[in-house]
């Protein structure tokens, strides 16, 4: 079993940043890759970035490109998302998952890929 944790969610002041934090425990030796979900009241859960290990790809979803920046630790047991130019859009409560399973490319944005959940950690861009 893996257990993902989410923190570093807050307010803050539109074209802001802010670094969100996932940490596993756990079986984290079997875990094959990363990715961070959002979803807004009313709204469905959407992908947000993925990163899969051994080759370290990652995937962003096109509202994020070239704000957002998925990275990960040397122990492969955390990643962040660092988030850059917030927009009032990107307000939302942000979960991490990881995937036991190895992921193809194409898949990564797919909430089936992955296996374990956070608890999510809420990201409120806002004057």
């Known amino acids: 079993q893996v257990q993902v944790s989410e923190s570093g969610g807050g307010l803050v002041l539109p074209g802001g940043s802010l670094r969100l934090s996932c940490a596993s425990s756990?079986?984290?030796?079997?875990?094959?890759?990363m990715a961070w979900f959002r979803q807004a009241p009313g709204m469905e859960r959407e992908f947000v970035a993925a990163?899969?290990?051994?080759?370290?790809?990652?995937a962003y979803a096109d509202s994020v490109k070239g704000r957002f920046t998925i990275s990960r630790n040397n122990a492969r047991d955390t990643v962040y998302l660092q988030m850059t130019t917030l927009k009032p859009e990107d307000t939302a409560l942000y979960y991490c998952?990881?995937?036991?399973?190895?992921?193809?490319?194409?898949?990564?944005?797919?909430?089936?890929?992955?296996?374990?959940w956070g608890q999510g950690t809420q990201v409120t861009v806002s004057s």
């Open positions: 998952a990881a995937a036991s399973r190895r992921p193809i490319l194409s898949n990564l944005h797919n909430s089936r890929a992955y296996d374990y």
């Open positions: 756990g079986r984290t030796a079997s875990m094959q890759a």
């Open positions: 990163i899969r290990w051994n080759g370290d790809n990652t």
